[in-house]
T-cell receptor, first 110, second 114 residues
Framework: DAGVTQSPTHLIKTRGQQVTLRCSPK?????VSWYQQALGQGPQFIFQYYEEEERQRGNFPDRFSGHQFPNYSSELNVNALWLGDSALYLC?????????FGPGTRLTVT | AQTVTQSQPEMSVQEAETVTLSCTYDTSESNYYLFWYKQPPSRQMILVIR??????QNATENRFSVNFQKAAKSFSLKISDSQLGDTAMYFC???????????FGAGTQVVVTP
């Protein structure tokens, strides 16, 4: 049984560009949450998707948007990238209260 | 607003010894969930142990156990018989409902030395 997978592993973008990160949940999980983890800090909640709808959102600007597909996989889109968006982006899937994390995507904005 | 505080930035422990990590949280909710996650250098966030606030019995998972003090809003993690593979950043996390967001502390770096 594959766990949570994320792609790509890492990528480098230029300020002002747009980026899409992808996540496939663990088998049997229907909820996907996204977190941003800056270097040396704990993860910060971006938003959560359930039944293809955004169910909760953290304190992130509208430049951060997402989508969930019928197979429960999810995308995180960030528009107009800032240098401060450089971070590890973690996806977590869940069915109830235990969230299982993917390996993350390391985004560097130059 | 709910907050999670981990006051120990780094802890060092020798192999086979025991180390205890502290975590305090602040909430007005009566029911919630608490977690400890481990993040080794590989970056993968791994669930170590969970505790539901309505359960008085402290959770245990092999060498990992918690001391949950609801009145004091304290949730410490004890790692017994420490192994080199336990070297990682440990995060305490809090959730107010079964499908909600996780709120993390700043983390404690645990270094296990031979």
């Amino acid at each position: 049984d594959a766990g949570v997978t994320q792609s790509p592993t890492h990528l480098i973008k230029t300020r002002g560009q747009q980026v899409t990160l992808r996540c496939s949940p663990k088998s049997g999980h229907d909820t996907v949450s996204w977190y941003q983890q800056a270097l040396g800090q704990g993860p910060q909640f971006i938003f959560q998707y359930y039944e293809e709808e955004e169910r909760q959102r953290g304190n992130f600007p509208d430049r951060f948007s997402g989508h969930q597909f019928p197979n429960y996989s999810s995308e995180l889109n960030v528009n107009a990238l800032w240098l401060g968006d450089s971070a590890l982006y973690l996806c977590a899937s869940s069915r109830r209260d235990e969230q299982y994390f993917g390996p993350g995507t390391r985004l560097t904005v130059t | 607003a709910q907050t999670v505080t981990q006051s120990q930035p780094e802890m060092s422990v020798q192999e086979a010894e025991t180390v205890t990590l502290s975590c305090t949280y602040d909430t007005s909710e009566s029911n919630y969930y608490l977690f400890w996650y481990k993040q080794p250098p590989s970056r993968q966030m791994i669930l170590v142990i969970r505790q539901e606030a309505y359960k008085q019995q402290n959770a245990t998972e092999n060498r990992f156990s918690v001391n949950f003090q609801k009145a004091a809003k304290s949730f410490s993690l004890k790692i017994s018989d420490s192994q080199l593979g336990d070297t990682a950043m440990y995060f305490c996390a809090f959730m107010t409902d079964s499908w909600g967001k996780l709120q993390f502390g700043a983390g404690t770096q645990v270094v296990v030395t031979p």
